[in-house]
């Protein structure tokens, strides 16, 4: 099984290699720093399909159910994890194109998806005991490291996108942009509202009292940051916090608290009264379903914010289209050589000549740290045996995302009270 996986696995991750990306850049115009991180979201797309595929029995013929279940998905997502954790020590302290270990990173896809594949092979041949431990002692640590990641990035994506329509209101005079803010702003919240009493009819009956203090806890610390948001000295020192930011923020901790409350395990002499979908297995399509869009949107969003950090910004030059080039040719600035780089339309060129626009260490380890929580994510937070039978959810997963879904509104907090704190320093 391990052998048919990795050669699918190869075989589809080709479709990703030097000629697509290529074809990318011609009709896109993208710039080859791009081309690359789309090949790798497109190779983590696979890596989510594969998982998915085997973690549904029915979807994979297997003698003794030895090659799908949980820990198939483990399997996968080791050798996604592995094959980044390689790419990112290799890959450490690049700091342009001119750097060998440069064309590992933007090129050599055909190797790459080889080493993919075999790494793949590789971990169907491990015991199942070693996938076992490294799930438990790795992957859910690795997971939470993620998911604390998606928090510090969710809190800068909701004052982006803040800022940026504001922005546009005023520049524009446009009050289209406004109602957008303000549509967003009424979505979340009574998104978040219906979430809240969804959890309340369904977990936090009587007997339930865990469940009760995680939503109504979860519930007041989402009114405490709205109403800190629109504070007079909140607005006094930080102008750009509002409303908006709070109810992106609070609905994403409203989300935790739900997918924590329904990996709760089986109460004593396995009562289900505080978690009634337990079996019914309803809520692990709906769980993936918005786990992935959230590991989606954050991985997109990592590689174009908090991983695409420009190491030498200051000595970076303006990439130059075909037009441009022979422009600069004519009036002697570039030689004829430079015509010849970019023949049959392939412009733009090498946008990290003089410096990468982002880390590449770093690019890995986020996408190695979101392989791990995909096993999670796809496993539902499960435990298994030897023999790959279910023994269960773990509480453990529970308490994970419920402190994250605290931790996300206190790092929102934080960024509302340390222009008071701190006046001092510049917080733009």
């Not at 790459?112 to 431990?133: E, T």
């Not at 060129?349 to 979101?370: A, K, L, N, R, T």
């Amino acid at each position: 099984m391990g052998g048919i996986l990795s050669s699918i696995a190869t075989q589809a991750a080709c479709c990703f290699g030097n000629a697509a990306l290529s074809c990318f850049c011609k009709m896109c115009g993208t710039k080859s720093s791009t081309a690359s991180r789309v090949g790798y979201a497109l190779l983590f797309l696979l890596t989510s399909i594969l998982s998915y595929t085997v973690m549904n029995k029915s979807l994979i013929p297997c003698p003794e159910g030895k090659c799908h279940g949980i820990l198939g998905v483990y399997r996968v997502c080791f050798a996604s994890s592995l094959f980044h954790l390689i790419l990112s020590l290799g890959l450490y302290n690049v700091t342009s194109s001119k750097d060998m270990r440069a064309g590992v990173q933007n090129g050599f896809w055909g190797p790459k998806m080889l080493v993919y594949g075999l790494l793949m092979y590789i971990a169907y041949l491990i015991p199942n005991q070693f996938f076992i431990g490294f799930a438990q002692y790795v992957d859910m640590p690795g997971a939470a490291i993620f998911i604390f990641i998606q928090m510090i990035l969710l809190i800068d994506f909701a004052y982006i996108v803040s800022d940026t329509l504001l922005v546009w209101w005023e520049d524009n005079e446009d009050r289209r942009y406004l109602a957008i803010l303000a549509f967003l702003t009424i979505a979340c919240f009574v998104t978040t509202i219906v979430l809240t009493g969804f959890l309340y009819a369904w977990f936090a009956g009587s007997g339930c009292q865990l469940n009760q203090f995680f939503i109504s806890f979860n519930l007041v610390l989402c009114l405490i940051v709205s109403i800190a948001a629109i504070s007079p000295p909140v607005q006094e020192a930080n102008p750009k916090s509002g409303l908006a930011q709070a109810a992106m923020v609070a609905i994403y901790a409203t989300y935790l608290v739900a997918s924590a409350i329904t990996s709760e395990p089986a109460g004593p002499n396995g009562d289900m009264h505080c978690n009634p979908l337990i079996e019914t297995g309803k809520t692990q399509t709906t769980s993936i379903v918005m786990g992935s869009v959230f590991t989606f949107l954050a991985l997109a969003y990592s590689t174009s914010s908090a991983a695409v950090q420009s190491i030498s910004t200051d000595e970076s030059v303006p990439l130059l289209t075909g037009q441009r080039v022979q422009e600069a040719v004519n009036t002697g600035a570039l030689s004829s050589s430079a015509l010849e780089e970019g023949q049959d339309g392939q412009y733009p060129q090498d946008d990290e000549h003089d410096g990468v626009v982002y880390s590449y260490s770093f690019f890995h380890f986020v996408f190695m740290i979101g392989s791990m929580y995909l096993a999670m994510l796809v496993t539902n937070w499960d435990t298994v045996n030897e023999t790959n039978t279910t023994v269960g959810k773990s509480m453990a997963a529970a308490w994970v995302k419920i402190i994250s879904g605290w931790l996300v509104l206190m790092l929102y907090v934080w960024t509302l009270v340390a222009p008071i704190v701190l006046p001092d320093r510049s917080w733009d």
